[in-house]
């Protein structure tokens, strides 16, 4: 079996941890400038906006990779008799407006979803290989192309963040 959780260097941590503290910073600006002008409410020193930008980034960009790999380290799915983990990967599924997290499973028989803990729907997803019609790539966002929907042939989508979709994808049609 081949787990693709991704270890993360210092320098990635660094990374996160600039990319969340700017844009932090970079929206309370906007929403004190907004504040002040339009509310005349008291406008926030820079110094205080820098502040909370960077604690913003420590909390988010140190801890929350931390937070994932604990939530994501124990989870083992139910398999059925003969079934066979063979591939695992962080993802989230969407279950209506929440993007439930845990880890996504190939097995020998079809997909397996099971969450973790931290998450208000939890459980468990499986999706038999040989009901699945196809699958294929999605934007999770307008921005963002990291999306994979599998398409079951009695019409049920399933919709998943996951790391490394190409590679996913070429496993899942090997199968099918």
Not at 151 to 160: A, C, H, N, P, S
Request: hydrophobic content about 45%; aromatic content about 12%; cysteine-free.
């Amino acid at each position: 079996m081949r787990n693709n959780t991704k270890k993360i260097d210092w320098k990635q941590y660094i990374i996160l941890f600039l990319r969340t503290a700017i844009s932090f910073m970079f929206l309370l600006y906007i929403i004190n400038w907004i504040t002040y002008t339009l509310f005349d409410w008291n406008k926030q020193s820079i110094a205080s906006i820098v502040i909370q930008g960077i604690m913003f980034g420590l909390l988010f960009g140190f801890m929350m990779p931390i937070i994932r790999t604990k939530l994501t380290k124990n989870i083992h799915p139910t398999l059925a008799t003969g079934e066979q983990i063979e591939y695992q990967t962080p993802a989230n599924i969407f279950k209506g407006v929440e993007a439930v997290g845990g880890i996504l499973f190939i097995t020998n028989q079809g997909l397996v979803f099971k969450s973790h803990k931290a998450n208000i729907q939890t459980g468990q997803t499986n999706i038999a290989f040989t009901d699945i019609e196809k699958v294929e790539s999605v934007k999770t966002t307008k921005l963002v192309d990291n999306g994979l929907k599998v398409i079951k042939k009695d019409g049920l989508e399933f919709q998943f963040v996951v790391e490394d979709r190409d590679e996913l994808m070429a496993k899942i049609n090997e199968k099918l």
